[in-house]
């Protein structure tokens, strides 16, 4: 069972270019989050989506784009990426929204 | 807009030391959740408080929910090595979880 699985681990971007972090999850959890924790801090949350078709915007949603075609996949788009999104990347599912969240390893960005 | 702070946001104990972290929110939760953070890791769920006033115990840790469903603590007694960490309170308004700053633990041996 691998849970919640993110791709790629590492990445270096350069100002302006696009990248999507991949999100792929095998327990059949409705809800699927994404946040992004900067250095010695908490984690904000940018989109979720409580199923299949449905998404919608966290604290932090500016220059990020989400889609959810199917429960299993839930992808996070940077289309012109800036330093200030430098940043770690979790993705993270749940059943329920009163269910425990599992986190994906992440996925540490550096953008140049 | 929504608030979840916690205090202290550094704590440094000696091993056997006890450890308390405090969270706090700016309005009524619906639940709360506590997650550890190891350096370089993933938050994992350690808890989920839901009623008022309501007490949870794992071994050494005890979870706390406020009356007003607006604060939370954790209590480790007797810390160890293995504590060492960030502990994130997260709390539930609607849909949207609002995680706390966080505090690391750091037990000296």
């Known amino acids: 069972n691998a849970g919640v699985t993110q791709t790629p681990k590492f990445r270096i971007l350069k100002i302006g270019q696009s990248m999507t972090l991949q999100c792929t999850q095998d327990?059949?959890?409705?809800?699927m989050y994404w946040y992004r924790q900067d250095p010695g801090m908490g984690l904000k949350l940018i989109y979720y989506?409580?199923?299949?078709?449905?998404?919608d915007k966290g604290e932090v949603p500016n220059g990020y784009n989400v889609s959810r075609s199917t429960t299993e996949d839930f992808p996070l788009r940077l289309e012109l990426a800036a330093p200030s999104q430098t940043s770690v990347y979790f993705c993270?599912?749940?059943?329920?929204?009163?269910?425990?969240?599992?986190f994906g390893d992440g996925t540490r960005l550096s953008i140049l | 807009g929504q608030q979840v702070m916690q205090i202290p946001q550094y704590q440094h104990v000696q091993e056997g030391e006890d450890f308390t972290t405090y969270c706090n929110s700016s309005?009524?939760?619906?639940?709360i959740q506590w997650y550890k953070q190891r350096p370089g890791g993933h938050p994992v769920f350690l808890i989920q408080?839901?009623?008022?006033?309501e007490v949870k115990k794992q071994k050494r840790l005890t979870f706390q929910f406020g009356e007003a469903k607006k604060n939370s603590s954790l209590h480790i007694t007797a810390t160890q090595t293995t504590d060492v960490g960030t502990y994130f309170c997260?709390?539930?308004?609607?849909?949207?979880?609002?995680f706390g700053t966080g505090t690391s633990l750091t037990v000296i041996p």
């Open positions: 993270a599912s749940s059943y329920s929204s009163v269910q425990p969240q599992h």
């Open positions: 327990m059949n959890h409705n809800y």
């Open positions: 989506s409580v199923g299949a078709g449905i998404t």
């Open positions: 309005t009524t939760l619906s639940n």
């Open positions: 408080l839901v009623k008022s006033g």
């Open positions: 997260a709390g539930a308004t609607g849909n949207q979880f609002y």
